[in-house]
């Protein structure tokens, strides 16, 4: 059955939920077959398709789907289920009819160029389109830029380069006039590749489309670096930041311990979930201590991060502290003048905490006159999203395309792709644009950090009581992140 509810800004937002056995719940993604009636389907090219003769079961069932919740009770509700990705028996569009488009919008992350080029490559390897356009500019470029022809020769080689050869822009744009674009430009499909801010937006412009009845299917791609995207495994890129980020803090403590009370600070990104700044720490090995936005700390008094640097430094003569970009704002905004700007995507922009805590580390130690410091800071903030994705994201990159794919040829619409517990699924736009995912400092992948690191939590009791009082942003209820990757799953046990 499908059923409406309003979104926070007011909007209709319509959802198909379908109810099983035991707790089992679909929500499932929209499909042309809702609102267009009396469709032909086609069967899917894949048949005939020389590379797919090997594989011995082509098509994934219409009724498999994958369930966001593994771990279970025996007496437990089965729970929430997406419709699982992938090729299907039949299809909406013959090969000739399609015309499809790609977007990029909102910041930069590695692995952007990779996506477009397994979008222009399968859809032209594998369902024989040549009707592809990139969008130049991000959403404003469907009305006020060209558009370059993409084919597989023009983006053979751009996953080696970072960034997006599409270019990206932040923002607000007109949907009527998108919309109108896409209309007249005769479009069916629209691959659209951005952060939460993005994947709202491809939500608009679906509902738009299905007001006015067209056949054109919206998929999203969803991008972030900071990992802060629900429900899906992890974002694409991410493992490429983690090990880029690695590089600036070797730097740091190589530069650390080669001098008398040596400090290295480095800000990573992470502006409201620091998991960039906890899987770089894990890996490294060589961080003293790592701050992130979920978890508060304070500067002086015992239990201090200033008592801490000073104990580190008498012990090991010198110390790296990683930072994530949105920890300890509320530390800066009391000792400068808060500033609540924001940029075109509405965030709020954020005071320079690495810098901050560098000036406040020296003054420290300036005022005992007893331990002179030697504190080199360095930020790598945009280094670690501007570089080619590594061999990792590449492949995910691909997977994440060819569900996109396989999902608009087979009329779905409205959805977002993504794996969930290791299998890809479409899950609806208002599912991974809902909340954000976080570290949970009360949960197991912290503690591995704290127990790697030996930092000191920097929490009270009533902090830690009032983490596991607050809603957790699970989307269904579990409690509980073994892997670090996702909040609200246990996929995994240690």
């Known amino acids: 059955m499908e059923i409406s ?8 937002v319509r959802r198909k939920i379908v109810d099983g056995v035991a707790g089992y719940v679909l929500e499932d993604v929209p499909h042309f077959s809702d609102y267009i009636g009396d469709l032909p389907t086609y069967p899917n090219p894949l048949r005939s398709n020389p590379a797919y003769s090997v594989v011995k079961q082509y098509f994934v069932n219409m009724d498999d789907t994958v369930a966001q919740k593994v771990v279970v009770h025996k007496d437990g509700p089965r729970g929430i289920h997406f419709r699982r990705a992938g090729p299907r028996q039949k299809v909406y569009f013959e090969s000739d009819e399609v015309h499809a488009c790609i977007v990029t919008c909102g910041g930069l992350c590695p692995g952007l160029n990779t996506v477009i080029r397994e979008i222009v490559c399968g859809l032209y390897h594998m369902y024989g389109v ?16 060209n558009t ?24 607000g744009h007109d949907t009527m006039k998108i919309v109108d674009s896409i209309q007249d430009r005769g479009i069916n499909q629209v691959f659209i590749i951005g952060g939460d801010g993005t994947q709202k937006g491809a939500a608009v412009i679906y509902e738009e489309i299905r007001r006015r009845g067209l056949k054109v299917s919206v998929a999203g791609i969803p991008k972030t670096i900071d990992n802060d995207i629900p429900v899906i495994d992890k974002s694409f890129g991410f493992d490429t930041a983690v090990e880029e980020a690695q590089r600036a803090i070797n730097a740091a403590h190589v530069e650390a311990e080669s001098i008398e009370n040596g ?42 991060l200033f008592e801490f640097v000073e104990k580190r430094l008498k012990e090991n003569g010198h110390m790296v502290i990683v ?3 949105g920890a300890g704002q509320d530390l800066v905004n009391a000792s400068l003048e ?21 000036h406040g580390i020296k003054d420290h130690f300036a005022s005992l006159h007893k331990m002179p410091i030697n504190l080199k800071y360095i930020d790598p903030t945009y280094m670690i999203r501007a570089i080619p994705s590594n061999a990792s994201d590449n492949v995910y990159c691909t997977l994440l395309a060819h569900s996109a794919i396989h999902g608009a040829m087979a ?9 969930v517990n290791g299998r890809h699924a479409y899950i609806p736009f208002d599912r991974v644009t809902e909340t954000q995912n976080k570290v949970v400092i009360t949960d197991r992948m912290w503690a591995r950090l704290l127990s790697s690191t030996n930092q000191p939590s920097f929490l009270s009791l009533n902090d830690v009581a009032g983490e596991e009082e607050s809603p957790r942003p699970s989307v269904d209820g579990q409690n509980g992140d073994e892997t670090g990757i996702r909040t609200g799953t246990e996929n995994k046990v240690a």
């Open 5 to 12: 509810r309003s979104s926070n800004g007011g909007n209709e």
């Open 338 to 358: 808060s500033m609540s700007q924001k940029d075109a995507s509405g965030n709020k922009l954020l005071q320079d905490v690495g810098l901050w805590i560098s």
């Open 411 to 419: 009329g779905f619409t409205g959805f977002t792709v993504g794996p």
């Open 263 to 304: 400090i290295g600070v480095v800000k990573l990104m992470g502006r409201y979930s620091g998991f960039i700044a906890m899987h770089a720490t894990l890996a490294s090995r060589d961080v003293d201590c790592c701050l992130i936005p979920e978890s508060p700390f304070y500067l002086e008094g015992k239990g201090g």
């Open 130 to 145: 040549s009707k592809i356009l990139g969008i130049d500019g991000g959403y404003r470029g469907f009305y006020s830029k």
């Open 323 to 325: 930072i994530a970009e």
């Open 148 to 171: 370059v022809t993409l084919t597989p020769k023009v983006v053979n080689d751009i996953h080696k380069r970072g960034g997006t050869i599409l270019g990206t822009s932040r923002g």
